[in-house]
């Protein structure tokens, strides 16, 4: 394993488990990070802001699967997938017992893949199922695709596939443009989760405060 890609695992960890600057993310806060149930159906999935050297950090979340529950998934230089296995014991998150939570990752259909109106190409299916929904709720900004112009069909496509060569798999057209998904640009869910952590500590510690001065040491 490379330096940036053990950089990230690292990243991802301290997130999980925390640190001497922020509490580590518990099952509700991790819920609330990937929109659980409010978003529709499993695999439920929060991509972290961008880091040196790999191309993706995504976590996955399936609430009914206790066996699966949390996967990360972090997009090397190359485009290889690299997976990791949580789950949440109560308390802290934890690997299985006897594994690093090491995964090897689902096989990429070869072609584009057809989920919804859309087509997606160099991703495996439960990415293009999770992709999909996230663009239905709009929260896909900067994903990049190819527009088809004759007949506006989209294929998003991941970082590792080559298009050389590709042609519309609706209507076999072979210009295609190259697109990016914009809009209002959004707040950080992971850094407005620390704020609102760090607004309860303060409750916290003025409410102490003010228990010891009416009661006394």
């Known amino acids: 394993m490379d330096r940036d890609l053990e950089a990230a695992f690292r990243h991802v960890e301290e997130l999980l488990f925390g640190g001497p600057s922020r509490p580590g993310l518990t099952l509700y ?4 990070l ?3 149930p409010a978003k529709g159906k499993e695999p439920y999935v929060h991509t972290l802001p961008a ?11 399936y609430p009914e699967d206790p066996e699966l529950e949390l996967i990360v998934e972090i997009v090397d230089r190359e485009g290889k997938q690299h997976l990791r296995h949580f ?6 998150w934890e690997t299985p017992k006897g594994k690093k939570g090491e995964l090897k990752a689902t096989a990429v259909p070869q072609g ?3 989920v919804g109106e859309d087509y997606f190409l160099g991703f495996a299916p439960e990415e293009a199922v999770a992709l999909e929904a996230a663009l239905r709720r709009g ?3 900067g994903l990049k695709y190819l527009l088809c112009p004759r007949c506006r069909t989209r294929i998003f496509y991941a970082y590792s596939v080559n298009l050389q060569g590709l042609a519309c798999p609706t209507c076999g057209n072979p210009t295609l443009l190259f697109k990016t998904l914009a809009g209002e640009e959004r707040k ?14 303060l409750a916290l510690e ?11 040491p």
């Open 139 to 141: 929260e896909a900004l």
């Open 51 to 61: 880091l040196p050297g790999v191309q993706a950090v995504r976590l996955y979340y």
């Open 34 to 36: 990937v929109g659980y």
């Open 188 to 201: 950080d869910p992971l850094e407005a989760l620390a704020e609102e952590q760090r607004r309860l500590r």
């Open 87 to 92: 789950r949440w014991n109560g308390v802290t």
């Open 29 to 32: 806060d991790l819920q609330r």
């Open 112 to 114: 584009p893949l057809r």
């Open 206 to 216: 003025e409410l102490l405060a003010y228990l010891k001065r009416k009661l006394g």
